[in-house]
């Protein structure tokens, strides 16, 4: 009997035991949990935003040649308020889903041909306001330069589309040259009108401020004898040719580099607003020389550009601004080049 009630106590003590130490398992269990799902609840730090943009540039090659795009940033500005039929180009730009004021890509293009480094226009530089360290939405393209590898003393030549803030504005900072080993290659019939004294004295105060930034940045390379003029078309350098492209100012031009085959097309100012203009090629803007003329020239180019199957280059499409024609009964489309790592065309 006394065996049976020791037996009894022994299991009964036993079940104790297990039940306590399941409590205890389960009791840490419990606290670790809690501890686990606390440590979830409690808010991590937030990541700050970077805030910055990748460097500017885009590199292909065009035959042997290669061919850098180097951004100066964007300006943006209400394309509606200045650019003839309003509506239309306020009704294409919803189409497109782009909201106004539209931000401008100021795009340049570096060519290298392996005898000669050649830039075709200089961004805004100063003239928009924006300082040279990256902090404004222009005023980019000396750092863009120098993240692509190469530095403003190595360029030849500058070859300007025309002369006109966001082109020719990037050639000089307070009254020095930039590019300090580069001659400088216009049209003669820009360097004529805007850097003439004369025809500042005679043209409405709604040029004037071109005219003084003309002089500003174009004249310290005509004092150092830097300053090459040219007259319609002809080539400058081995696979560097010049198309009359007049209207936008007396001496708007475009280039036509072409090496082993290949060609890109880099006509400046001939599209401001692609949602719109592509469509209507007789969509002008206020700052045309000759509205007329400008048109016709656009047409010309378009219509060039679409039956050569020209690469083109554009200096206010988004960056890099390459692409080529499509041609229909409807007026023109942009093909947008696609994105290359090798960047082979």
């Known amino acids: 009997m006394k065996n049976n009630t020791a037996t009894k106590l022994r299991l009964i003590t036993k079940a104790i035991t297990i039940m306590l130490g399941s409590f205890a398992s389960a009791l840490a269990m419990w606290s670790m949990m809690q501890t686990q799902a606390q440590a979830e609840t409690t808010a991590k730090p937030a990541v700050p935003m970077a805030k910055f943009q990748a460097p500017g540039f885009y590199r292909m090659m065009l035959g042997s040649f290669e061919v850098t795009v180097l951004s100066d940033g964007t300006a943006s500005r209400h394309v509606d308020e200045i650019m003839s039929k309003p509506e239309d180009v306020r009704a294409a730009y919803a189409h497109h889903h782009e909201e106004l004021p539209a931000e401008l890509s100021i795009n340049t293009y570096l060519i290298n041909t392996g005898s000669k480094l050649l830039l075709v226009d200089t961004g805004a530089g100063e003239l928009f306001g924006a300082a040279s360290d990256g902090s404004g939405s222009s005023n980019r393209l ?26 020719s504005g990037g050639l000089s900072a307070g009254g020095k040259r930039l590019f300090t080993n580069a001659e400088v290659y216009v049209d003669n019939n820009d360097a004529n009108y805007w850097l003439s004294i004369a025809q500042a004295n005679a043209a409405p105060a709604a040029k004037q401020l071109t005219f003084t930034q003309s002089r500003a940045t174009v004249n310290p390379y005509a004092d150092a004898g830097r300053l090459k003029t040219f007259s319609g078309a002809q ?98 489309e942009w093909l947008t080049a696609p994105y290359q790592i090798q960047g082979t065309y």
């Open 142 to 167: 000396i750092r863009n330069l120098r993240a692509a590898g190469y530095q403003p003393e190595q360029v030849d030549a500058v070859l300007l589309t025309h002369i006109h803030g966001e082109h």
């Open 235 to 332: 080539e400058l350098f081995a696979g560097v040719s010049t198309i009359s492209s007049y209207g936008h100012t007396p001496g708007h031009t475009a280039y036509l580099i072409s090496s082993q085959g290949k060609s890109l097309l880099l006509w400046g100012d001939v599209i401001h607003a692609g949602a719109a203009q592509f469509k209507d090629p007789t969509i002008t803007i206020a700052y045309d020389f000759d509205a007329a003329a400008a048109v016709n020239s656009r047409q010309h180019l378009l219509q060039l550009a679409a039956s050569k199957g020209y690469l083109v280059g554009s200096a206010h499409i988004s960056f890099p601004g390459l692409g080529h024609i499509s041609s229909s009964p409807a007026g023109y």
